[in-house]
C-alpha cells in the first residue's frame, strides 16, 4: 500500500522520571491538553484515557456530556501507550475513522525522559476530502478555519 | 450538492485509489459496474476535487488528490507542536512541586 501521506512524529524531553512522564502524559491529560481543542458542545471538564488494553479515550465535558476520541490499543506502562485517534475531518467521532497515536516514553536519566510521538495511518482520511469540503463549504475555507484553530492555541498560550 | 461519497460505488472507488494511482480498466474488473459507469463516476470525482488524473503512456491513471490531505497533516503537526510543549510545560510543573520542600 502506498502511503499518501506522511505520519507526524513529535518528540520532546521533559525533566521528570520516565513513570512520571507516562503518567503526566495519560492520566494528567487534561491539565495539558488544549482546552479549545474538543468537539464537544460545552469545555473540557476532563479528559479521560481508561488505563487498560481496550479502554476508552473520552472526554467529559462541563454540561455532562461525552465525546469520543479513541481506544487504547496498547497500555504498556511506563513505556508505551496506543490509542487510535478517530475523529473526522468535521470533527465528529467516526467509528470507521482510525488513526493511530504511538506514544514512547524513552528514559534517558533517572530525572528525564524523551516522549516520542507518532501519528499515523493519515491517509485513511482519503475518503474523508469531500466532507472537508462539506464541512468547511469552499475550497480554501478549510485553510482560514485551520488558522482560527492555531490562532485559539495561540491566544491560549 | 449531492455529496460525491453519497454513491457505495464512488466510496468503493476511492478505497481503491487511496492504494495508489490506478487506470479506469482495472477499477471497473473489481467493481459489479461496467467501464462507462466507473468512468462516469471518476468523472464527478474529478468534479469535486477528490480525484486527479494524468496520462501514464498509452493509459491514464487516476489517484486521490491530496492536497486536502496535506492541509490537514500540517494542523495535525501543529496541534501536536503545541500539545507536546504544553505537555512539556505540566511535566516540569510536577517535576517542580516535587523539588519544592514547602509542597
Known amino acids: ?157 | 450538492m449531492m455529496t460525491a461519497l453519497g454513491d457505495p460505488t464512488r466510496q468503493a472507488i476511492l478505497d481503491r485509489l487511496s492504494d495508489g494511482p490506478r487506470p479506469v480498466g482495472e477499477l471497473a474488473a473489481e467493481l459489479p459496474v461496467s467501464r462507462p459507469a466507473v468512468s462516469q463516476h471518476l468523472k464527478v470525482l474529478k468534479g469535486v476535487g477528490l480525484v486527479i488524473d494524468r496520462q501514464a503512456g498509452t493509459r491514464r491513471l487516476y489517484e486521490v488528490d491530496t492536497a486536502g490531505l496535506a492541509v490537514l497533516r500540517t494542523y495535525l503537526d501543529q496541534f501536536w507542536e503545541r500539545s507536546l510543549a504544553a505537555f512539556e510545560a505540566a511535566a516540569r510543573e510536577q517535576k517542580g512541586e516535587q523539588d519544592d520542600p514547602g509542597d
Not at chain 1, 500500500?1 to 512522564?21: G, L
Not at chain 1, 534517558?108 to 525522559?113: G, H, K, L, N, V
Not at chain 1, 524523551?114 to 478549510?142: C, I, N, S
Open chain 1, 1 to 157: 500500500m502506498i502511503q499518501a501521506i506522511e505520519s507526524i512524529r513529535r518528540s520532546v524531553v521533559v525533566p521528570v522520571a520516565q513513570d512520571k512522564a507516562f503518567e503526566v502524559f495519560t492520566a494528567g491529560m487534561t491539565g495539558w491538553w488544549p482546552s479549545e481543542h474538543h468537539i464537544g458542545s460545552a469545555p473540557i471538564e476532563q479528559i479521560v484515557v481508561e488505563p487498560r488494553e481496550g479502554g476508552r479515550w473520552y472526554t467529559r465535558h462541563v454540561d455532562g456530556s461525552e465525546t469520543s476520541t479513541g481506544y487504547v490499543s496498547a497500555w504498556e506502562p511506563p513505556e508505551r501507550v496506543v490509542v487510535t485517534w478517530q475523529i473526522g475531518a468535521d470533527w465528529k467521532y467516526d467509528p470507521r475513522l482510525v488513526t493511530t497515536i504511538e506514544v514512547r516514553f524513552v528514559a534517558e536519566a533517572s530525572d528525564r525522559t524523551r516522549v516520542e510521538l507518532e501519528h499515523r495511518d493519515l491517509d485513511r482520511y482519503g475518503p474523508e476530502a469531500e466532507r472537508m469540503r462539506e464541512t468547511f463549504g469552499a475550497p480554501g475555507a478549510w485553510d482560514s478555519t485551520l488558522a482560527a484553530f492555531a490562532g485559539a492555541f495561540e491566544a491560549e498560550a
